[in-house]
């Protein structure tokens, strides 16, 4: 159950006011190549009144967590790799919610973003009871957009030309899974077999 802040390789926790975490994401952020792809901020270099403010709002979130790799068997010690947010919205009773999720350029293509949308997901659906998660991606991510297809994620819209990114013009492409659709994906009936 994703209430344990586990999953199969990845330690979830909250930021921490610490210069350790303070410095993961003033290095995180600094990526451009990485941040180009995950933000619809101009990305710039951050100051440590903007690390700050960045971590004020992944701990304003409904849920704002650093991804991490566990630094030793006791799982005590943590190497942030990345962050997953669900952002409420201001109208709560429609039970929706906005994902967005960075892993550092260093540790992309070894699955932990699957395995850390898959838990946010199940967070937001079995124990903050959402009803909607949607999550964005520009159109020239095109492994972004592959990837939420591939975990369920159904394209909903695009916003033509809605982002200038690295010198031209690129569609946003939105997308959305109901608590309904994902229970049908992911959970598992009561033979043991997966829907």
Known sequence: MASSF?????????PEDTPQDKAFILAL????ACAENATRYLVKPMSPADVDMFLRQIQDCLLGVLVCLPESSALITTKPIGFVTLK?????????ST???QIC????GKGYGTEAVKWALEWGFMTAGLHRVSIGCFSFNEGARKLYVRLGFVVEG???????KNGGWHDVI???MLEGEWREKYLIDGRGNSH
């Open 6 to 14: 586990l999953s199969e390789r990845l330690i979830y926790r909250a």
């Open 29 to 32: 952020q600094s990526d451009r």
């Open 88 to 96: 409420g919205t201001s109208q709560p009773h429609h039970r929706n």
């Open 99 to 101: 994902m967005s999720i």
């Open 105 to 108: 350029r260093e540790e992309q």
């Open 158 to 164: 695009r916003t033509r030309e809605a982002a200038w």
């Open 174 to 176: 939105e997308m959305g």
